[in-house]
């Protein structure tokens, strides 16, 4: 029997790599060319694009025999939610939704929500905003499109060229095009914001892995307005809330600890391009495939800091964080600063289960690294 794997999320990808590894059958489902070109690279599984209906499900259940099908499709991902349910009903298929986390809502007079891209849309026309930056794909643009002043739209989206093509037919000028792959952290957006002069950030509710914290936390600190879709209700079936508990129910036998998220802790420096590394380090680390997920932070001067990035984590619905100092010294912030600060958080956190690793060291492979630092000075192969 096969398993049915809705995807094109991060969340998606990681589950289908989990079914690479336990050796189980399934095929996956993306929307767009760029998803299948992402997810086709990577898996082993059978990777189909669509667009799909209740009818198109339907065949590719019974040609497939499909007996469980994964939703574990974008939060508002709605049509597709419908018509797969409409698909398997009756048919005796398991249904199994992973529900991405959802983060508070911001209070702050900055932020207004919207249930729908319509009501956000009469809301914009209502107001004189210079320049907008939308951040909600191709199809928030879309929706959006006849109530924005699309002179001064700026959108930011996936660099495929369907998407591009899309939004150059809406009359956006390639000028105002931003084609980046993210996640983004908040210093990044808060360049991307003014390098364009933005003072309105269109977004939606879509969760960590949507980046929409760091979205919102970088439009405030640069004044903007902040126009949030909110999330759609949660559909029906069996609602898992993490990538552990839904791989368990198809019988995955973990090869991680998918509970452990890790918090890489640097420094800090007034230069960006120094925070920049380790968050260098930090996607290096993700794409190791490990933790279920990493998060760069840091002591002082820059963000997030460790209390901005605890309680980022824990609002996402994390429990079990180990932090890794990244530090090559036994200095004062190793033996005293960092391990009063981590007290200090699982006080406010008690909850919330923290290790904390030693710092870097002398550890052998240092001197393997200075070695080929030498000899590519020297005019050497660094090999």
């Known amino acids: 029997m096969v398993i049915l794997l809705l995807g094109g999320t ?4 990681e589950i289908a790599l989990s079914l690479d590894r336990a050796r189980l059958p ?28 209740s009818g198109t499900f339907t065949r590719l259940l019974v040609d497939h ?11 508002f991902a709605k049509n597709l939610r419908s018509e797969i349910t409409r698909a398997i009903a009756s048919t005796g298929i398991r249904l199994l939704r992973l529900e991405r986390p959802s983060e508070p809502a911001v209070a702050h007079p900055n932020v207004t929500t919207f249930a729908s891209p319509g009501e956000l849309g009469s809301w914009v026309c209502s107001k004189n905003f210079r320049r907008i930056l ?91 307005q902040v126009a949030v ?17 839904l791989l368990q129910s198809l019988g995955v036998k973990l090869d991680r600890d998918y509970g452990w998220h ?14 920049r590394e380790l968050e260098l380090v930090a996607a290096d680390i993700k794409r190791k495939d490990h933790f279920s997920g990493v998060t760069p932070a840091f002591l002082q001067m820059a963000q997030p800091t460790i209390e901005e990035a605890f309680a980022s984590l824990t609002n996402s619905g994390v429990r079990r964080v180990v932090v890794m100092p990244f530090f090559l010294y036994e200095g004062v912030h190793v033996t005293k600063d960092i391990p009063e600060e981590i007290k ?22 240092m001197a393997d690294i200075c070695i080929k630092r030498i000899k590519t000075a020297l ?3 660094a090999d």
Do not use: W
Request: with cysteine.
């Open 10 to 13: 991060s969340e998606a990808l």
């Open 26 to 53: 399934y095929i996956m489902t993306v929307a767009t060319d760029y998803g299948h070109l992402e997810a086709a690279d990577r898996v082993a599984g059978r990777v189909l694009k669509g667009p799909f209906d």
């Open 65 to 75: 025999s499909v007996n469980t099908v994964v939703d574990a499709s974008h939060p």
């Open 134 to 224: 939308v951040t909600t794909g191709i199809r928030g643009l879309q929706a959006l499109a006849g109530h924005l002043n699309i002179d001064n739209t700026y959108i930011r989206l996936l660099p495929a060229v369907d998407s591009i093509s899309s939004a150059l037919e809406l009359g956006i000028k390639p000028s105002h095009i931003i084609a980046m792959e993210g996640p983004f952290t908040r210093q990044l957006n808060e360049a991307l914001l003014k390098q364009f002069d933005i003072d309105l950030v269109i977004t939606k509710e879509s969760g960590e892995a949507g980046g929409y914290a760091a979205k919102v936390e970088a439009a405030l600190a640069c004044g903007c």
């Open 229 to 245: 879709i909110r999330r759609p209700e949660p559909a029906g079936g069996n609602v898992y809330r993490d990538i552990p508990s």
């Open 262 to 275: 890790l918090l890489l802790l640097g420094h800090g420096s007034k230069l960006s391009s120094a925070n």
């Open 344 to 365: 200090t958080i699982q006080e406010k956190y008690p909850n919330l289960l923290i290790k904390l690793t030693s710092y870097i060291g002398p550890d052998p492979l």
């Open 379 to 381: 005019g050497y192969c």
